[in-house]
């Protein structure tokens, strides 16, 4: 009798599922991340640097009512893209056909131009690090933009970069608001009882978090990790708060950095008022610390930005390397804009900063409308009646960002 085909060994699948499990929570993290370093861009120093001269220990107050917002922004944006598995602009789509078009439109316009000026911040980063000449640092920073989608793993030099780049930041920025020594005590009591309350820093900075493509930088990120439908809510929630606390965490530093010289009587430029205060907090290497920063935030805003304007492009069936080499493209038409320009086209930039007011009620209005009357695209699910509510009194609020975009644009 012959003898019975012994079974295959179970080694090989078991490697195989542990490596697609490894590179799963790398895409998780990595999309944590993105998002968090998206939002952190030359505008977003700027922004926090500008409020706190202005605010000073009263800026604490702002920018926790700002993450509190964004949080419940980012909770139903993630929740309905990670549970539906579908990217925004195919969700609107599946809503009303041609929102989700509009959608992308808005969101692949902004995010040209933006990538301009994330490109200039770079150059304006590499030259305050080391004296070169900011267009020649800008092309470069896109060179090395460039060189993570045409690496054979694109996707996990992406997610190393970011997070790499990311924890960067807070570290260097951690060094220096220990450096400054600020008054912590008077900005934790000014988080209950602000001497003075700003409700446009509260809505810029707002806007200058969760506007635009930043909104969805993580969350489409997250799809690629394969961490979608009703079973995995758990983790969808979880990254998307981290993701924001990521954000407001390097937020505060900064704060704290610059309010320690505030306080104690710097003079900070007003054309430069974070370059200036870190100068002012540790002489010659704190200038150099703001440069490290700044290229930083910058070239992880140029990741951001292409990837989430190239994800609007495209669709979840796009194979891999096509979305890469649209990437590429994207990064390179950028660059050489800057390149040309021999300054950053500062109007273009005003112009496109409204789309992030425009872009915010009419995406995060497709995707609660979706959790709340097309259950069908999310799976069966039963979204939360709490998180609905939550969504509408935050999207009540982005409509006030969409009036003022309306207004500005006008203007322009």
């Not at 509260?202 to 806007?207: E, F, H, L, N, P």
Request: with cysteine; aromatic share 8%.
């Amino acid at each position: 009798m012959t003898a019975p085909t012994p079974p295959p060994p179970r080694t090989e699948p078991r490697t195989r599922t542990r490596e697609e499990s490894r590179l799963a929570r790398s895409a998780l993290l990595g999309a944590v991340f993105l998002m968090a370093t998206s939002a952190i861009g030359p505008g977003f120093i700027t922004q926090t640097a500008t409020f706190t001269v202005q605010l000073g220990v009263a800026f604490a107050c702002a920018i926790v009512l700002s993450v509190v917002v964004d949080v419940a922004v980012q909770l139903n944006v993630w929740r309905v893209i990670g549970v539906s598995g579908l990217r925004a602009h195919e969700l609107g789509n599946r809503v009303l056909p041609g929102v989700g078009y509009l959608l992308a439109g808005l969101v692949v316009l902004g995010g040209v131009v933006f990538n301009v000026g994330n490109i200039a911040g770079s150059g304006l980063g590499v030259e305050a690090m080391s004296g070169v000449d900011p267009r020649i640092g800008g092309a470069l920073s896109a060179l090395l933009a460039i060189g993570i989608f045409v690496s054979k793993k694109a996707g996990l030099a992406l997610d190393r970069a970011v997070i790499g780049l990311g924890l960067l930041m807070i570290l260097a920025t951690l060094v220096i608001a220990i450096t400054s020594d600020p008054p912590v005590g008077d900005a934790l009591a000014n988080v209950v009882r602000p001497e003075k309350f700003s409700f446009l820093a509260v809505t810029t900075i707002i806007g200058g978090t969760v506007g635009g493509y930043i909104t969805y930088a993580g969350a489409h990120r997250m799809l690629d990790s394969g961490r979608t439908g009703p079973e995995h809510v758990g983790e969808i929630t979880r990254s998307s708060v981290v993701s924001i606390l990521v954000t407001g965490l390097m937020r505060a530093l900064l704060f704290l950095a610059i309010l320690g010289v505030v306080v104690g009587g710097a003079k900070i430029a007003s054309d430069d008022p974070a370059g200036s205060a870190f100068q002012a907090a540790a002489g010659e290497v704190g200038l150099r610390v703001y440069g490290l920063v700044l290229w930083a935030a910058a070239l992880t805003s140029v990741i951001g930005a292409a990837y989430t304007s190239v994800s609007f492009m495209t669709t979840s069936k796009t194979p891999e390397r096509t979305r890469n080499m649209l990437t590429v493209a994207f990064i390179a038409i950028t660059a050489a804009i800057y390149v040309i320009v021999e300054q950053t086209p500062v109007t273009l930039l005003v112009f496109a900063g409204t789309f992030n007011g425009l872009i915010l009620p009419i995406g995060l209005g497709v995707l609660l409308w979706v959790a709340w009357r097309r259950r069908d695209l999310m799976n069966g699910y039963r979204y939360p009646a709490w998180l609905l509510g939550v969504g509408v009194l935050a999207w009540l609020l982005t409509l006030y960002l969409g009036y003022n975009a309306v207004q500005m644009l006008g203007d322009l």
